[in-house]
Each structure stands twice: as C-alpha cells, then as structure tokens.
C-alpha cells in the first residue's frame, strides 16, 4: 500500500470539520480485505491453470504463477510433468521403479531385464527390440540368438543382416523370370501356368508338374467346367 501525508498549514478559522478520521475508518481503507469464497478462488486458479498449462504448455515459473505455495506446486508439476509414472508399480518381479520425465527407469532384480523387468534372462521371448530376430535358444543363464543362412548377427547379438542383396525375402531383379527359365531347358522345373476360360480370359494360375499335372487349387478347379492352360511365356 502507498501512503501519502499532506503537511497542512495553520489558519485562522475557527473550527471546522475534523482533519482526521476514526481509526475503525482508517482500518477499512487500509485492511485487505478476504476473497468472495474459495470456490471463486478455485475458478480463478482453474481458469488460469487452464489457459497457462492446459491449453498450451507451460513452464515451472509460469505454474508457478498460478499456486500459492510450493507445496501446491509440486504436486501438480509432478502430475503435470509425468513424475508419477511409478504409482502403477510397472517393473515386474521386484523391480525398483524411478520417476523421470514423462516417463520411468526400472532397475531389474538379478536374473531379470527388459524394460519392466518382465523377462528372466535366460528366457527367450517374441520377437522385437528385445528379443531375436530369427531363431532363439533358451539357456541355463541365458538366451543365444541365431540367424537364417544368408544372415549374420549384429552388434547387439540379436538383430539378423542379409550378406547379400539376394537373401530370403528380397525380390529379384527381373523383367521376365518365366522366359529365363525357359531358356534354360530345365525339364524339372516348375513352369508357371494360366488357367483360361471359354472367352480365353485368365482367371487362376498354378505350375506345371509334369506334361499332364497342373496344380492349382480346389476352388480354381472348380470355377469351370471346362478351361485351357497357357504353360509360360505366351504358349
């Protein structure tokens, strides 16, 4: 509060109206008077917690802004910030759960790991960024990861890398694969077929066996009663 004193001279008037106050006068000018009612209170806290840390985020300082007390503060940042991830006890099997931002660290009991402790070590689990890529074996202490053939382990002795470009699961690079086979005159390979029907339109596709077997499937068999088969490229 800012007060201000006048210095007033002395005249030669008789008396007049009294140049000072009652004190309970004096009081209510300069005693601070109560808020309407804490439910207003709540409404002003609310309405500015929402506009500083709802609707955008906000900083410490700015919510701090908004709370009377440190105490006030805390909990709400902690909940505000993501500092109470462990009241859900996340870490399995005993293990000890530390807050952090917007997030939690789980510190594993022996023979445990992963990222809630959830897997003994020796325990093989499905595949992922904690399990093996390919093939895994179980062990007295703990797991061995192995690869396909064509693949080796990485780094993390888990994830499995092609050698080469051609490994299971990549396309070859060909324009034709079925003229190409039948370049090479191999009479025990699988040739691919079209099934055809009355209007000579292809509607299902197999391989041919030998000179007299296709195999296709049941419901393409059945989808005609009567239908040609063009064997490769065009013939």
Known sequence: FCFCFLLLGSTDKGPGPSLFISA????????????????????????????????????????????????????????????????????????????????????????????????????????????????????????RCSCADGYELGKDKKQCIALDQCACGRLQDSDNLISETLKKHDKHFPWQVLLLNSEGKGFCGGVLLKSNFVLTTAECALLHSHFEIRVGAGR
């Open 24 to 143: 309970d006068d004096a009081n209510e000018v300069i005693k601070r008077h109560r808020r309407a009612s804490s439910l207003l209170l709540e409404e002003v806290l609310q309405g500015s917690l929402e506009r500083e840390c709802l609707e955008e985020r906000c900083t410490q300082e700015e919510a701090r802004e908004v709370f009377e007390n440190d105490e006030m503060l805390k909990m709400f940042w902690d909940n505000y910030y993501g500092g109470q991830r462990c009241s859900s006890n996340p870490c399995q099997n005993d293990g000890v759960c530390e807050d952090s931002i917007r997030g939690y660290t789980c510190t594993c009991t022996e023979g445990y790991e992963g990222e809630d402790c959830a897997f003994a070590k020796n325990e093989c689990r499905h595949q992922g960024k904690e399990g093996c890529h390919h093939f895994c074996y179980p062990g007295t202490n703990s797991y």
